[in-house]
């Protein structure tokens, strides 16, 4: 932030401040594809996790949620101090906005545990960033993932634009603290704040949308459609790609993380039958955006794992 705010080169500062769209979407996907896909090595035989709601289960997203918060709270200084510049205002507000998604997967993490320091600090981060009710209402789409009644799981041939109206409902009470803000920073750190807000939502808007596209659970035979068939590795398309893993402390193992919601990042681990994305997800979820191109890439590959998990469940047999 001190060079942010000094006289630092215009170069300099305009890299600094633009710098989280270049990791996001250019140097994690580069790495990605220099490294290829690596699961990550299983776990030696007989290995028991730690207890998935102690303290340091889930340290390490707990202390990037803190860090980030921090950093918002001085960038949100440096622009109550320093001279306006619209540049550089514009570009910190979208490397906030991107930070605030990898700090979205921490406080991802978080809400799985039942120990209160987690709750807490997922809870304060989710507020701030006008995205409380993902709080609740993520658990229940751990219920309903893949069924009609599940708004997060986008059906084949949706587009991401009509989904993100249906994603982003409801009412907030986060106003409050905005106006906090705008006591404590001003009108500038206030708009800083609410752009970062909706890049984070338009970011969860895509990132939930890729993550279920095309895929369901099958209804339970003569159930009426009131029921529908457990969950599989099936239902949730997953990436290998160890950098963006690492990024997003490895929800992007993802199947293995609807089979048991609440076991801490660290040991989840994807099956051999997980279906993947075919690239790193921070460079494939740009073609949502064009909605055919999205469709000519994703449809065929939907329809083939339902396929394979209709046979999973023996509901058919193999051709």
């Not at 200084?77 to 998604?101: D, E, F």
Request: charged share 10%; with cysteine.
């Amino acid at each position: 932030m001190q060079a942010f705010a000094s006289g630092a080169e215009p170069w300099v500062k305009c890299l600094i401040a633009g710098s989280g769209p270049l990791l996001l979407h250019g140097l994690g996907p580069l790495l990605d594809f220099l490294a290829g896909e690596r699961p990550p090595e299983p776990l030696p035989s007989g290995t028991k996790s730690s207890p998935p709601d102690s303290l340091s289960a889930r340290l390490v997203p707990t202390l990037t949620v803190l860090a980030h918060l921090a950093v918002a709270a001085a960038a949100y200084a440096a622009v109550a101090t320093a001279p306006v510049q619209p540049l550089l205002l514009g570009l910190m507000t979208v490397t906030l906005g991107i930070s605030a998604v990898g700090c979205q997967a921490a406080a991802h993490e978080l809400i799985h545990s039942r120990n209160p320091v987690h709750l807490a600090v997922a809870a304060v981060f989710l507020t701030l960033y006008w995205w409380y009710p993902y709080y609740r209402a993520h658990h229940q789409h751990h219920l309903t993932v893949c069924t009609p009644s599940d708004y997060t799981s986008a059906h084949k041939g949706r587009d991401v634009y009509s989904y993100t109206l249906q994603y982003i409902p409801g009412t907030y009470s986060e106003v409050a603290l905005t106006a906090g803000l705008f006591l404590a920073f001003g009108p500038l750190a206030t708009a800083a704040h609410l752009g970062a807000s909706f890049i984070l939502l338009t970011y969860m808007s895509v990132f939930d949308y890729v993550l279920h596209y095309g895929l369901s659970r099958p209804e339970m035979p003569g159930s009426g459609g009131r029921r529908f068939m457990h969950v599989t590795d099936y239902n949730s398309w997953s990436s290998l790609y160890p950098v963006e893993n690492a990024m997003l402390f490895r929800v992007l193992y993802h199947g293995d993380h609807h089979i048991v919601g609440n076991k801490s990042y660290a040991w989840l681990r994807p099956s051999a039958s997980a279906p993947t994305f075919p690239m790193p997800i921070n460079l494939l979820a740009m073609a949502t955006f064009v909605p055919p191109l999205w469709s000519a890439v994703m449809d065929k590959r939907a329809d083939e794992i339902n396929r394979k998990n209709l046979e999973h469940l023996g509901l058919v047999t193999r051709p």
